[in-house]
């Protein structure tokens, strides 16, 4: 079962890193303009349909990681589509990484892989009682909307990306949540159970949600402010989810010390990348 979550969790990234590379593509290749007009001019393009198609095709990936194995071992693997989106994007967009870019990468995977095998997370639960929801759901939205009235309220650019990218990782940890106990309603009861718990409606909700805040959070601030807050607020708030929910477990005593070093270089990498990589914004954003 966690192979199989490590799998699809693997997939998923990179299905997503083939979507927002091929939508950049296709985006590239269209004159200015919005709405409408850009939409009916994608729709035209091969290349948006082969990103729309790996967007559908990670969404599918994480419900399928999730179901198998717990989140806070599939959520930090989706930290994967920030390396694979550069990896694809830099030659479909003809464009090249400088050394520096590459050892950014090596360091967001080395740490990764260090952070998940110190860690081992495990658990198999798929569903809570409201007697948890309740208090997540308390914290987690509030948590978000504190976090869009600090940034509205900011004049600094790099504090209001900062806070809205936080509020876009709160947002993406929860709908992991729910699209984890909605998944496990359709795998055991079917359909009519998917469409009838509520939980099939809060990951729709919170999923758009989270990514309005993140198209805010590009637009309002530089990108070395928004991608590390997205990338280490996502699994760090997944990882207490996936606890306070499921009842998952993460080790402790002295592999916080693996654990920290592959945190480090983790963010070490991402906020290197930001700043050696000045096309990023167009590859993830």
């Known amino acids: 079962m966690i192979e199989l979550a490590v799998l699809f969790a693997v997939l998923g990234a990179a299905s997503n890193a083939v979507g927002t590379a091929f939508q950049r593509k296709a985006a590239s290749t269209v004159a200015q303009g919005g709405g409408l007009r850009l939409l009916r001019a994608l729709v035209r393009r091969p290349a948006w349909w082969i990103g729309i ?3 559908v095709g990670a969404a599918l990936c994480q419900a399928l990681a999730l179901v198998n194995g717990p989140m806070a071992l599939v959520q930090p ?11 694809i994007a830099v030659p479909l967009l003809h464009r090249r990484l400088s050394a520096a870019a590459w050892w950014a990468v090596a360091a967001v995977v080395a740490g990764l892989a260090l952070l998940l095998i110190a860690a081992a997370p495990s658990g198999n639960r798929h ?31 790099l504090f209001r990306a900062a806070a809205l990218a936080t509020a876009a990782a709160v947002g993406n940890a929860l709908t992991a949540a729910l699209l984890k106990s909605a998944t496990d309603r359709l795998a055991d009861d079917g359909l009519p159970a998917f469409l009838t718990t509520w939980q099939t409606y809060g990951f729709a909700l919170t999923g758009v949600a989270s990514v309005l805040l993140l198209e805010n959070a590009l637009q309002a601030g530089p990108l070395v402010a928004s991608q590390p807050a997205l990338t280490i607020g996502d699994a760090a708030v997944s990882l207490v ?5 499921f009842d998952e477990t993460v080790r ?10 592959g945190a480090l270089l983790i963010l070490w990498g991402v906020v290197r990348l930001t700043r050696v990589v000045p096309q990023l914004a167009d590859v993830v954003g």
């Open 53 to 55: 198609a790996g967007v």
């Open 77 to 87: 693997l989706f930290m994967l589509e920030l390396p694979f989106a550069l990896l």
């Open 127 to 157: 569903q809570a009682s409201m007697e948890r929801w309740i208090p997540v759901l308390v914290l987690t939205l509030g948590a978000m909307a504190v976090a869009v009235v600090l940034a509205r309220s900011a004049s600094s650019p």
């Open 241 to 245: 989810l996936g606890v306070a929910l």
């Open 252 to 261: 402790a005593g002295w592999w916080l010390v693996p654990e920290a070093i």
